[in-house]
């Protein structure tokens, strides 16, 4: 693990990894949780991001002469010290209809993966998912790691308009749009549950990084 320097008051802590061996979101949450608890809460914020932990402390934190480089230090070889069975992920269920009327780009990803949409539908929904990074916009939860039968690149052109909910795949990710909005991901489903609730001011996402997803098929009439 490197710390890096951004700025007077941001950290960069860059884990062992890349986009084909990101590191287990449990360690990156843990690590989290370590230095939140290293200091005040109110002053500090910590943002996992697939293989990156982006700290940003306040000018609070700097008080006394205290060195945060060195405090986020320890809490780094605590870590390794760490037993990560300790640190049980959240299992989020979530429901998705694979409708046709939901799901516009099934048939295309189960013909480029030369399977059937039934089959394609049993590979995304068996499959559990962690939550790489929460980012783009509220709520909106990186999740890996897809089927390799189910990847493939972006769209070329992306969708000016996604409705709310719409279930999508790009790549070795997916994703749950939260609101309605542009996209260039392929549309597989739709889920029901709301992804992002502005009101609930404890837990106004549903997911967050570190949590493991299973998507579990819906009928049109469960949907409604």
Not at 126 to 148: I, N, S
Not at 202 to 215: I, S
Not at 217 to 222: F, G, R, S, T
Request: proline fraction near 8%; include cysteine; glycine fraction near 6%.
């Amino acid at each position: 693990m490197k710390i890096e320097v951004l700025s007077e008051f941001s950290y960069l802590i860059r884990f062992p990894g890349d986009k084909n061996s990101l590191p287990e979101p449990t360690k990156l949450g843990i690590a989290a949780q370590l230095i939140r608890d290293a200091f005040d809460k109110n002053w500090v914020e910590v943002v996992p991001v697939f293989a990156d932990l982006l700290v940003t402390l306040s000018a609070r934190c700097f008080n006394d002469g205290a060195d945060p480089e060195s405090i986020i230090s320890g809490c780094l070889e605590k870590l390794d010290r760490q037993d990560e069975v300790l640190a049980e992920p959240r299992l989020i269920k979530v429901p998705v209809c694979y409708d046709e009327e939901f799901a516009e780009d099934l048939p295309e990803i189960a013909l480029k993966g030369g399977i059937s949409v039934e089959e394609a539908v049993r590979l995304h929904s068996e499959q559990t998912y962690k939550v790489y990074a929460m980012g783009f916009c509220a709520g909106y939860a990186y999740m890996g790691d897809l089927p390799d039968l189910l990847r493939q690149p972006r769209r070329s052109s992306p969708r000016t308009k996604i409705p709310a909910g719409s279930l999508a795949v790009a790549d070795f990710m997916t994703c749950v749009y939260p609101l309605v909005m542009p996209g260039g991901w392929h549309i597989l489903g739709r889920c029901p549950v709301p992804f992002f609730t502005p009101n609930d001011q404890e837990n106004p996402t549903l997911l967050r990084a570190g949590d493991q997803v299973r998507f579990f098929p819906i009928d049109k009439d469960e949907f409604y």
